[in-house]
């Protein structure tokens, strides 16, 4: 089946730092989605994207579907954005396949 | 808040039982998944209902069941239950095959 990567495992940023999270996964496929999943377990859609590029406030992402990878860009970061961050493939199966995640800790 | 909705939040409980689970999808999205979060096993899928109609199944235990109504609500049913079925089973729900919309999730946990 597919496989979904991502990297870094952990991040630790202080605040106002900017980072980028990725995402590598093995086929094609027909949905992409980015995932907060703050500390009290509520997984939170940042983003729907396939492909290109799309922003909302401080995150952007963009999905290169030909080269089979997505980036999360968090800029500006606060304590708030702290959490782990998901990216999940659907490879046209009816099924979301979530990556391990990207556990980020931000300090005042 | 997605507009999915999830009870219990906690549920506690012991070897051997039985639970259900309920799933209300956001109102006028026809499909309704199951995940299930574990510490060993990370976010996986369970089953997908769309519109009454199962539509694909992941590696879901026998000992679980799941089922959609006619008011599109779902329940997820775990038997005999086990230390190891201890976890964060979340339901989503789309329009159709694109953004998956997430319940704040149930808590189980089997003593």
């Known amino acids: 089946g597919i496989q979904v990567e991502q990297s870094p495992p952990d991040l630790i940023l202080q605040e106002g730092a900017n980072s980028t999270l990725r995402c590598n996964f093995s086929?094609?496929?027909?949905?992409l989605q980015w995932f907060h999943q703050n500390p009290w377990g509520q997984l939170i859609n940042l983003f729907y994207?396939?492909?290109g590029t799309k922003q909302n406030g401080r995150l952007s992402a963009t999905t290169v579907a030909t080269e089979r990878y997505s980036l999360l860009y968090i800029s500006s970061s606060q304590t708030t954005d702290s959490g782990v961050y998901f990216c999940?493939?659907?490879?046209?199966?009816?099924?979301?396949?979530f990556g391990t995640g990207t556990r980020l800790q931000v300090f005042p | 808040d997605s507009g999915v909705t999830q009870t219990p939040k906690h549920l506690i409980t012991a070897t051997g039982q039985r639970v259900t689970l309920r799933c209300s999808p956001r109102?006028?999205?026809?499909?309704v998944y199951w995940y299930q979060q574990s510490l060993d096993q990370g976010l996986q899928f369970l089953i997908h209902?769309?519109?009454?109609?199962?539509?694909a199944k992941g590696n879901i235990l026998e000992r679980f069941s799941a089922q959609q109504f006619p008011d599109l609500h779902s329940e997820l049913n775990l038997s005999s239950l086990e230390l190891g079925d201890s976890a964060l089973y979340f339901c989503?729900?789309?329009?159709?095959?694109?953004?998956?919309?997430f319940g704040p999730g149930t808590r189980l946990t089997v003593l």
């Open positions: 086929d094609s496929v027909n949905n």
């Open positions: 994207i396939p492909s």
């Open positions: 999940a493939v659907d490879p046209n199966t009816d099924k979301l396949i």
């Open positions: 109102s006028g999205d026809l499909s």
């Open positions: 209902y769309y519109n009454g109609e199962e539509r």
């Open positions: 989503a729900s789309s329009v159709g095959g694109d953004t998956q919309y």
